[in-house]
């Protein structure tokens, strides 16, 4: 099988910006890229003045399979990460059940065989994701796992967080850290601050979120093992992983696009769509995210896409965490750090494919010969307004609804055949 994309510019984020290239596909690896290139028997894509990009990768999604899956499954996920240029995910071990097994793990990867976008399990780090027991993690390696993380729960103690990063190490897992100290958290529900003062809930404390980066990043420093943060909100988390890289430190981290782009303000509203664990914070916070983004703090940028389902979001107070994001990220971070000068486009790809790639130590993050024909076109200039209704994912609970992107993914690539084309 052959496809031939013709005419796009290419963005890598190891080469730089390549313009007027044709990239023949073959077998779902990049055969050939040249100003030219016969046609031959390949399909065509024609996607003169595209921009070509390593397909992306988001190191952090919830597909909710198996349990939960009203609120998503494998295939409905894959096809969302499809419609917004995302060719692999990491999926997080809070299913139901849990990921906690080898059996589970095989039957994810089975399930993705034929999904539109590559799976990589994260295992979880204790059974059940109860924070007692830790799960076996050379039998979940062996069955596929890439990390492991217990997300949506901090591991409750330091004691068993130092042992799993050095078994992880051991087994070559990635520790993703949930990093919350629920004892900080009292029922919180939004930030702590004045929107949850003038709506009289119970707000969550910086503290929760950094009391708990701090613990890591010491673990990490005292033992010289590797840990990488989830889903980084506030500036003093940010401060802490800065300091912590200036020392050596081997912490990565990862923000997602509503801590670069939205501020708990919008919470007045009492719409539990912009209701998520972290909080939305203040613009003090958006703009640290930004700086960290900028001097490097922050390595990567993925999605947290948590689907629920309208009825588990019509009540503001009780509505569980989480937001979709699939199907907005490019154009979220086009929107709101590449079109204002933050950062280049091609630093916007490295966070969000090469960077993942590496932390997960999984193939992928660069358009070159020999690279796995993972691709997606889009353009910076189109502009379109995010309808909760049109997103491919099963569930609506977008924190951008009715709000305007810049920055459309045309086609998207996935391991050489064409999984996703606007208006198709
Ligand atoms: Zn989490
Ligand atoms: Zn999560």
Redesign the pocket.
């Known amino acids: 099988m052959k496809l031939l994309v013709r005419g796009v510019t290419v963005v890598d984020p190891a080469t730089g910006i390549r313009p007027h290239t044709d990239i023949l596909i073959e077998d779902g690896v990049i055969a050939e890229m040249a100003d030219f290139l016969p046609s031959g028997d390949a399909q065509i894509l024609q996607a003169d003045g595209w921009l070509c990009a390593p397909g992306l990768v988001d190191m952090?999604v919830?597909l909710r399979d198996p349990g939960q899956t009203y609120k998503e499954d494998i295939y409905s996920g894959c096809r969302a990460a499809a419609a917004g240029g995302v060719t692999a995910v990491a999926c997080?071990p809070n299913t139901t059940p849990a990921a906690d097994s080898p059996a589970i793990i095989r039957e994810i990867l089975q399930k993705a065989e034929t999904a539109d976008a590559r799976v990589y399990p994260v295992a979880a780090i204790t059974k059940g994701l109860a924070g007692e027991e830790q799960t076996d993690f050379a039998a979940l390696k062996a069955a596929g796992a890439v990390a492991v993380s217990d997300?949506?729960r901090p591991v409750p103690t330091a004691g068993m967080m130092q042992r799993a990063m050095l078994d992880a190490r051991l087994e070559g897992l990635s520790v993703l850290s949930?990093s919350e100290d629920l004892s900080l958290v009292r029922g919180g529900i939004i930030n702590a601050g004045e929107t949850a003062q003038k709506l009289g809930v119970r707000g969550i404390s910086r503290a929760a979120e950094e009391v708990a980066v701090a613990r890591e990043v010491a673990i990490a420093g005292a033992e010289n093992l590797p840990i990488h943060i989830?889903?980084v909100s506030t500036a003093g988390s940010v401060a802490i992983i800065r300091d912590a890289k200036r020392r050596g430190v081997p912490v990565t981290c990862e923000t997602a696009p509503h801590y670069f782009s939205l501020t708990d303000d919008l919470l007045v509203t009492r719409d539990a769509n912009y209701r998520m664990n972290p909080p939305l914070r203040t613009a003090a916070d958006v703009a640290a995210i930004i700086e960290g983004i900028k001097d490097g703090t922050i390595d990567a940028i993925a999605t947290?896409h948590?689907p629920h389902s309208a009825e588990d979001k019509a009540d503001f107070e009780t509505a569980p965490n989480g937001v979709v994001g699939l199907e907005t990220s490019l154009s979220a971070g086009i929107t709101w750090l590449v079109n204002p000068g933050h950062i280049t486009l091609k630093k916007l790809i490295e966070l969000m494919s090469a960077n993942p790639t590496a932390i997960l130590g999984v193939p992928g993050g660069s358009v070159a010969v020999g690279q796995p024909a993972d691709l997606v076109l889009f353009d910076t200039d189109t502009a379109w307004t995010v309808e909760p209704d049109k997103l491919v994912s099963k569930s609506k609970n977008t924190p951008y609804a009715g709000k305007r992107l810049t920055g459309r993914v045309m086609a998207t690539v996935c391991r050489g055949k064409i999984v996703y084309e606007l208006g198709e």
């Open positions: 952090h919830h997080m997300d949506g949930h989830c889903h947290d948590a």
